[in-house]
């Protein structure tokens, strides 16, 4: 008797629990990504790739012959407002039509906000496109305004919310790729967007200790909710996993944009055995960016101090064989 009371406890708790209960909008990620061409300019590619992942869900990407770095944006469309995640490497409107893209894309009059995963330059430099729009609000991507938006009062601990109208998305700090690095977690699709914080290809880590407690961080998020895909910033590999060079136009044969939940709960562990500078673990290549810098510093100087003493060397040389050819011009005219 106690058993069976027992057991219709837990099922009634899981009942109430929210996520047991809520139902996940479903999608597709049915997508063939644009490959750019070897020759951009004989074989010219549509600047942006807009795949419906369902009525009210889009992701866009930026051709790889528009920016190499082919960075992924993400438009949820609520009730009262959408959201747009990232705005990418291109500002030009005439070359990168995103605002008249997604605008598009929206319900006539309906209110946008424009957030980032991050702050560097290829995932906000269509944010001027965005910035004198009516009914559009742009957040910052420094730290004071991450968290002056998002109300994070003991940053990077918390996670905030955003309710867009029927849509609710949490916003979950993960700093360690970038000082303000935010990954947004969509409760209607469980779809969880993770910027350049975790991506097939490089991880480039700028603070260890950061990267290490953002991955145990969103690693409890996520570990008693629903993902159906983990959605990050960019694709870096083809099908094999071979990494693509970062300067490529031509990426044919990409790898899928989705990780899986399983793989997102591993990373802790993954970052744990990371030697801080370099490493490798599957498909994935972690990259420690500081430590990158001043190794390549480093040799920069050696290799300055290389040429320089083998300049000296040449310049005492030459002046040797002078004198010694000085030496003996005299030594002849002495006879």
């Not at 894309?105 to 980032?116: I, N, R």
């Not at 944010?127 to 957040?139: G, I, L, P, S, Y």
Request: proline letters at 6%; charged letters at 20%.
């Amino acid at each position: 008797m106690k058993s069976t009371i027992g057991v219709t406890l837990i099922f009634l708790a899981l009942l109430a629990s929210p996520f047991a209960t809520a139902q996940i909008a479903p999608g597709s990620m049915n997508v063939d990504w644009n490959e750019g061409a070897r020759d951009c300019v004989k074989d010219p590619q549509p600047p942006l790739q807009v795949h419906r992942y369902n009525a009210d869900t889009y992701i866009l990407r930026e051709s790889p012959c528009a920016t190499s770095e082919a960075p992924l944006k993400y438009l949820l469309v609520g009730t009262r407002r959408a959201m747009l995640i990232d705005t990418g490497d291109v500002a030009d409107a005439k070359q990168m039509p995103l605002a008249a893209t997604v605008a598009g894309l929206l319900p006539k009059g309906l209110p946008l906000l424009v957030v980032h995963t991050h702050g560097h330059l290829d995932h906000r430099a269509g944010d001027a496109q965005f910035e004198h729009q009516r009914n559009v609000r742009v957040v910052g991507t420094d730290l004071h305004h991450v968290k002056a938006f998002f109300g994070f009062k003991q940053w990077p601990e918390g996670a905030a919310r955003i309710d867009l109208g029927k849509r609710v998305v949490d916003a979950v700090p993960t700093p360690g790729h970038y000082p303000s690095e935010i990954t947004y977690y969509d409760r209607n699709t469980a779809l969880l967007f993770t910027g350049d914080f975790f991506l097939p290809g490089r991880l480039l880590i700028d603070d260890v200790d950061a990267d290490r407690a953002s991955a145990r961080r969103i690693a409890a998020f996520a570990t008693d909710r629903p993902v159906s895909h983990v959605l990050g910033g960019h694709v870096e590999l083809d099908a094999s996993g071979e990494l693509f060079p970062f300067t490529s136009n031509y990426r044919p044969n990409q790898h899928a944009l989705s990780l899986s939940k399983n793989e997102l709960l591993a990373l802790p562990a993954m970052l744990d055995a990371f030697n801080g500078w370099y490493g490798t673990s599957g498909m994935f290549v972690m990259i420690n960016q500081t430590h990158e810098l001043q190794l390549l510093g480093a040799a920069a100087l050696l290799i300055l101090a290389a040429i320089v003493a083998v300049c000296v060397w040449l310049v005492r040389r030459v002046r040797r064989h002078r004198r010694a050819r000085l030496a003996q011009a005299q030594g002849h005219g002495d006879l």
